[in-house]
């Protein structure tokens, strides 16, 4: 199977071209520095080239607060950017993939977000992602959407990959109490979305790890708890006394209707993924610290 990832150079889209190739799938990875998503003679010209089977889209602006600032960036990379794919690949009769996001909902729901719940973006980056969403759906029929939220792992801007160095090195710093999720590891979101490639059912798939959800503060304390850091560290605070330019969903727990039926295999609990998280960023510290000892 040929695979042609955007956005590789991002958390999710580096995850995905690893598992593919470890699947001894043929994967043609693009950044956004060899691919802009929103240029429609540079997507077909890529895409004619490689003549993929699947078109897996990790490319987006997830700047929540620059997305406030400046909408019409946000449009062309989030709203504009899908749909070029899409209709790209319509032309060679190849399945988009594109990931779309938790933050298309209010966060008004007490429970869980499911397929069947109406959509109501209440920033201008979940305005642009829906938007996305829907453009690509109009181009081409053979599209599926997967919405993810509160992503982590290895690399990226991630609140995680940021958060633990800080902490080790000593810092003090806050985290929301107030806004829940349900957060996602990267590795594990890349194998469900190369399932889906295999399964080739169009639709709107919610991919998150399993649980009941947890804020950001919450998520952060068992980070450290499974690090062996230092709780007191950890500041709580609220998303009003952050001030941030983007309104935020309080909650956008996400839950999937259709995995089970597509066939997918069940995800780990998020406390499963973030141990391994852990015992993978302690591993890694540990090569480092041996090719550049401590003096």
């Known amino acids: 199977m040929k695979v042609l990832v955007t956005g590789a150079g991002g958390l999710v889209g580096a995850a995905v071209a690893k598992h593919c190739r470890a699947e001894d799938q043929q994967v043609f990875a693009f950044d956004h520095k060899t691919l802009d998503i929103a ?15 699947v078109v897996i889209n990790c490319g987006a602006w997830t700047d929540v607060d620059g997305c406030e600032t400046d909408p019409e960036h946000a449009r ?35 429970g869980f977000y499911t397929q069947e719940d109406q959509p109501n973006p209440i920033s201008v980056y979940g305005h642009s992602k829906l938007e996305g969403e829907e453009r690509a759906k109009a181009a081409h029929a053979r599209t599926i959407v997967v919405r993810s939220g509160y992503i982590f792992g290895s690399g990226g801007k991630n609140f995680l990959s940021t958060f633990m160095p800080r902490v080790r090195a000593g810092e003090t710093l806050k985290a929301i109490s107030d806004m829940i999720g349900t957060p996602t590891y990267a590795p594990d979101l890349a194998r469900q979305l190369y399932q889906l490639a295999q399964v080739d059912q169009p639709g709107t798939y919610h991919i998150v790890n399993a649980g009941d959800g947890v804020s950001f503060e919450g998520f952060a304390r068992t980070a450290m708890e499974m690090a062996g850091l230092d709780g007191k560290l950890l500041q709580s605070t609220t998303l009003a006394q952050l001030k941030r330019p983007a309104p935020r969903p309080q909650n956008s727990r996400l839950r999937c209707l259709l995995s089970e039926d597509a066939g997918l295999d069940p995800m780990p609990s998020w406390q ?8 993978l960023q302690s591993t890694e510290g540990l090569r480092m610290d041996a090719r550049f000892p401590r003096r």
């Open 39 to 53: 240029d429609l003679e540079s997507v077909r010209s890529a895409v004619s080239d490689v003549q993929p089977d």
């Open 76 to 110: 062309r990379a989030n709203a504009q950017g899908p749909e070029v794919l899409a209709s790209s690949c319509r032309e060679v009769a190849a399945l988009l993939i594109t990931i779309s996001t938790d933050y298309v909902f209010d966060g008004r729901k007490e």
């Open 272 to 279: 499963v993924a973030l141990r391994r998280f852990i015992e």
